[in-house]
């Protein structure tokens, strides 16, 4: 089993590590955003309710 | 088996008429060229750089037969060895961008992000166009002091 790839960067709004920015492609952007945080601020998706097991 | 049925994004996606206050404001799809040039992946770099340059663009998307999005070339990629195959010369898998975005938004993350270029496409991935940061920060501009004269 693989271990997970190291991230390279971290969202600059919600702190996930992210391979590069997803508004950008830059792993280098100062400002980089992961896919949920670019897609909620472009109103390109909705904010979705965590799914719980039970 | 879940059988997705498209929501109201995709159907502004599509370009689909919206009504409501923001429905006149500019969108990234209003704004983005459609007449960017486009190649396939089978391509030579030369070629297709000759034929990007002759229409004065500095740019061109890598779609499929069906026109999907698959890489794009800005002035960097396009600059590489004209021998080498579009495949490997292009930036694969871009991030794209829906045409009911508000072209302010576009604007100003497209500053902040130092992005020369961004394409737009519909939510399965098909080419609306190219929406260039000059266009875009034009368009927020204008609109910006049309309000401000307006107030």
Wanted: aromatic share 4%; proline share 5%.
């Amino acid at each position: 089993m693989s271990e997970p790839k190291e991230a390279g960067t971290k969202c600059a709004h919600c702190g996930t590590s992210i391979e590069c920015c997803e508004f950008c492609d830059e792993s280098a952007c100062q400002a980089a955003a992961c896919f949920e945080c670019v897609n909620e601020a472009l109103g390109q998706a909705v904010p979705q309710p965590h799914t719980h097991g039970g | 088996m879940y059988d997705y049925a498209t929501g109201k994004l995709d159907w502004l996606a599509a370009g689909l008429p919206s009504e409501g206050s923001n429905a006149s404001r500019p969108r990234a799809g209003d704004v983005a060229r459609s007449d960017v040039p486009t190649c396939r992946m089978d391509e030579s770099l030369g070629d297709v750089r000759e034929r990007v340059g002759a229409a004065g663009w500095n740019a061109c998307v890598v779609v499929n037969e069906e026109g999907v999005v698959l890489g794009l070339l800005r002035s960097k990629e396009l600059g590489g060895d004209a021998a080498v195959r579009i495949e490997a010369a292009m930036r694969p898998g871009p991030s794209t961008f829906r045409p009911f975005v508000a072209v302010e938004e576009m604007a100003e993350y497209m500053i902040e992000h130092d992005l020369e270029s961004a394409p737009v496409t519909t939510s399965d991935g098909r080419l609306v166009g190219l929406l260039r940061r000059s266009d875009a920060a034009r368009t927020a501009l204008e609109l910006r002091q049309k309000e401000g004269g307006a107030g």
